[in-house]
């Protein structure tokens, strides 16, 4: 009887050539898990960058109010003023020290508010740049993302050394944007 021949030399080169393969496209795996990693950092940027935005436009509210607060109590200050200044014309002098307690306090309030007006805008201003640095690290990180595929798609490591450093530049801006 015949026995069969099987052709293990053809399938043990067939084998070497496999794993040749897998060693030289190994670094892929390595792409992979950098982009799902920077996909993480890029998700934390976003995440924070809509925190800070939301920060600054309730603190512009809130100085926004407190400017038109301001303005009641200058409209009240004129009142009072204008108040003063008939009774003056009218009696020949304004006995009245009411209207200039009143007065003063207006005054007192209104500086005031201008202080507690001028922090909130101030922090406004500072939740908006912090805002923009984490909108900067998400744009970043995206371009390293979409670099990183290129790479794997035209099997060219020298895109993925650049995607990584883009992710650095990424990261950069990340950590300012938490300082």
Request: negative net charge; aromatic residues 8%; glycine residues 4%.
């Amino acid at each position: 009887m015949e026995e069969l021949e099987v052709p293990t030399e053809n399938l043990h080169e067939k084998i070497h050539e496999i794993a040749e393969e897998e060693k030289k496209e190994k670094w892929i795996m390595y792409v992979a898990l950098s982009t799902a990693f920077i996909a993480v950092l890029a998700a934390i940027a976003s995440l924070m960058g809509g925190h800070h935005e939301n920060e600054a436009l309730l603190e512009q509210l809130k100085a926004s109010d407190q400017w038109a607060y301001f303005q009641a109590k200058g409209i009240k200050s004129e009142i009072a003023m204008s108040t003063s200044k008939m009774l003056t014309a009218v009696n020949g002098k304004a006995n009245d020290a009411d209207l200039k307690q009143k007065i003063d306090k207006y005054e007192k309030e209104k500086a005031e508010i201008k202080t507690l007006a001028t922090e909130f805008e101030s922090s406004s201003k500072e939740h908006l740049e912090r805002h923009l640095s984490f909108a900067k690290s998400v744009t970043i990180f995206q371009i390293s993302i979409a670099v990183a595929a290129i790479a794997i798609l035209t099997r060219r490591k020298l895109l993925w050394v650049i995607s990584m450093i883009s992710a650095v530049g990424g990261a950069y801006f990340l950590i300012v944007g938490f300082l």
